[in-house]
C-alpha cells in the first residue's frame, strides 16, 4: 500500500480558506499570554522542532511512530510547548505529557465494511499502527479536533474563542 508524504508548511488563513474545502467554518482560539509566547517561539524554531512525521494517516493512532495525522501534529506541539515539564524532543514524549495534563482521545467507531473498503482504497487510510484487538473492534482512538478543543478547555490553556460558521461569526464560546 502506498501512502502519501506530506510536508510541513506555512500557510496564511486566506490561502487555506481558497483551497476546496467542503466548509468554510472556522474555530479561532487565543491561547492563554504565557502558551502563546511560548509556542510562538517553538513555531519559529520549525522545523528543527517540529515533531513531525511525514507519513500521513488519517486515523493515525495517537501514539503512533510510524504514522502522524495533522491534528495529532497539532496536540504535540501544543503540549511541547506546556510550562518547565523537561525538553520535548520526541512525539511519543509529547504525546505522554498531553495525556499527563489530561488529553483523551476520541474513540472513532468505524464499521467493518468501511474499515475494509477504506484500508484497501483509501491513499491516506491504514489501520496497520491501531492494535489486532482494536481493528477488529472497529473502536480506533484518534486525535481529532473535537478531542483538543475539549482538553483546551479542561486544561485551561484557552482563553477566548470564536467560531465562524456559515460564512457569520457565532457568539463567543468561552474555555470550558
Not at 72 to 93: C, F, N, V, Y
Not at 97 to 116: C, H, N, S
Amino acid at each position: 500500500m502506498r501512502h502519501a508524504c506530506v510536508g510541513l508548511y506555512v500557510q496564511g488563513p486566506v490561502n487555506f480558506f481558497a483551497d476546496d474545502l467542503v466548509t468554510q467554518d472556522a474555530r479561532i482560539i487565543w491561547l492563554q499570554p504565557a502558551h502563546a509566547e511560548r509556542l510562538a517561539l517553538h513555531l519559529a524554531g520549525l522545523p528543527q522542532a517540529s515533531l513531525f512525521q511525514p507519513r500521513y494517516n488519517l486515523i493515525a493512532r495517537p501514539d503512533s511512530t510510524q504514522y502522524q495525522n495533522s491534528t495529532s501534529w497539532l496536540l504535540e506541539t501544543l503540549s511541547a510547548t506546556q510550562p518547565a515539564r523537561g525538553d520535548i524532543r520526541t512525539r511519543h514524549i509529547a504525546y505522554a505529557q498531553a495525556l499527563a495534563i489530561g488529553f483523551e482521545p476520541d474513540i472513532l467507531r468505524i464499521a467493518y465494511t468501511k474499515r475494509v473498503a477504506g484500508g484497501l482504497f483509501g491513499g491516506n487510510l491504514s489501520f496497520s499502527d491501531h492494535p489486532v484487538a482494536t481493528r477488529l473492534s472497529g473502536r480506533s482512538p484518534v486525535v481529532t479536533v473535537r478531542a483538543i478543543l475539549a482538553w483546551l478547555d479542561r486544561s485551561a490553556l484557552a482563553q477566548e474563542q470564536a467560531e465562524w460558521r456559515g460564512g457569520m461569526l457565532q457568539c463567543q464560546p468561552g474555555p470550558g
